[in-house]
DNA sequence: CGTATTATTGACTCCATTCAAAGATAGTGG
DNA sequence: CCACTATCTTTGAATGGAGTCAATAATACG
């Protein structure tokens, strides 16, 4: 994207709704302002493009406008794993940190807008917002944290992981401002299964198991939390 | 590589035989040196003891200069979980990152000795050494894209997992100037268990089947890998 | 040397997968 | 707008991989 589209759009960090919970929040007026000059506003996609590929030159960070993404890890024998998903206000990329190139792939959900902190300017942008060091590198120890409990939760049953799951969902729509009880799932049964590492059959009974104990109402895709306390309960009990 | 500087009498960073594999990496011999003078030399401690703990503040990021550690996550119902083992040369601490607060416990398997790079001079000394911010930077994403193999290596089924476990110690080894067919387990195979999500009877008895099969080796914790393209070969092919 | 921890091995059980088939939903073009 | 098709979801029945239980053996340790 040139100056010239960033101009046009007159979208920046300082204005823009998120700029509570993308890389600013925790940075001055003016820091806010020098990082923006840097943000590149990236084109809308489409469900099912690509935002990058597994092996591709690592270009910056992204953090999600709107809509939401999945990251998904292509193993030896070509299927892919879904490592997570994505919703407005996050960050991805750090996958690329590593090794200046991505380790796995981004994939939009449905239409998606996003912006872009270029990696070329990172050391400099830097040197010169202090702030902005410090909120990467809490972001990146969030992703850690994040992936930990992702392995944690994966070792338990089936139950337990759903519910973590459809709670993780709750809790992440509700500190973006949506619904922490009506929400919409990102993924067929299919893909909450890969993520989950879970049969889609399986997902498929435990969401009617949840229904019919009156945790939760499922219809398709739509999901009405109904009694969280208890769903939450499912996965801190002593097995 | 720094030869020439191997005369001092403490030990620095310039002169620790794991220059190649810990911070400094990719820093000049003036960057590792300023670098070199904030690095505390922690007291050496014994298996079983705390690097840290859970909830402890974050003090710094850690690299081992000798022994192997493991990263423990407390779960809801008080088993743990070993989420990580730390070899000679690795660092850890970046569970602390997001918020100054350890987010998991890390505990010596054997006589361990270590290094700090305290967390209050962080931001100071990336400003004076810019490289060392890439290089924390790529260590981050390092344990990023580490633990993102993790979550794809644990959905899949036990052979696989412990095939990877091995071959992912044997390179690690490998990397850090020990052999990589010869090594010794540094955990139990009820730790190995818990780390891949198995149950202990099963490490044992795939650890006799990969044995019987003519891959490695086992004599109680002493490994030797006989056939390291067909242990690799077990989780690199279609399923 | 005796005790505690760790490892091996076998038999049985169970949670989740796989297979299979029918039903619902969304998207497309005539 | 409806019919058609592809995709997604539900549900049941059978299978199997890994867990659990249990008992013995080996090793480490004071």
Redesign the pocket.
């Known amino acids: 994207m040139n100056s010239e589209f960033i101009k046009k759009m007159q979208v920046t960090c300082t204005n823009c709704s998120l700029d509570e919970i993308c890389i600013p929040r925790g940075l001055s007026h003016s820091e806010v302002d020098t990082v923006s000059q840097v943000i590149k506003r990236k084109k809308t996609l489409q469900r099912g493009d690509f935002i990058y590929r597994d092996g591709d030159q690592f270009k910056g960070l992204l953090a999600i406008k709107s809509g939401t993404a999945k990251l998904i890890a292509d193993d030896q024998d070509g299927n892919e794993h879904i490592l997570n998903i994505l919703l407005p206000g996050e960050l991805l990329g750090f996958d690329g940190l590593f090794n200046d190139q991505h380790n796995c792939s981004a994939v939009a959900l449905e239409t998606l807008s996003y912006c872009e902190l270029p990696a070329d300017n990172l050391e400099e942008l830097c040197q010169q917002v202090p702030s902005l060091m410090r909120e990467l590198f809490r972001h990146t120890g969030s992703k850690i944290n994040n992936d930990r409990n992702m392995i944690v939760i994966n070792n338990?049953?089936?139950?337990?992981?759903l519910a973590a799951f459809l709670i993780g969902l709750s809790d992440r729509f509700s500190k973006r401002g949506f619904s922490s009880s009506d929400f919409t799932?990102p993924l067929?049964?299919?893909?909450i299964?890969n993520h989950l590492?879970?049969?889609?059959?399986?997902?498929?009974?435990l969401?009617?198991q949840f229904q019919t104990s009156g945790l939760i109402n499922?219809?398709?895709?739509q999901i009405k939390i109904r009694d969280i306390d208890s769903l939450r309960n499912i996965f801190s009990q002593p097995?």
């Open positions: 338990r049953p089936a139950e337990e992981r799932l067929t049964r299919q893909e299964g590492g879970l049969a889609l059959e399986t997902i498929s009974r969401l009617k499922v219809n398709n895709k097995r």
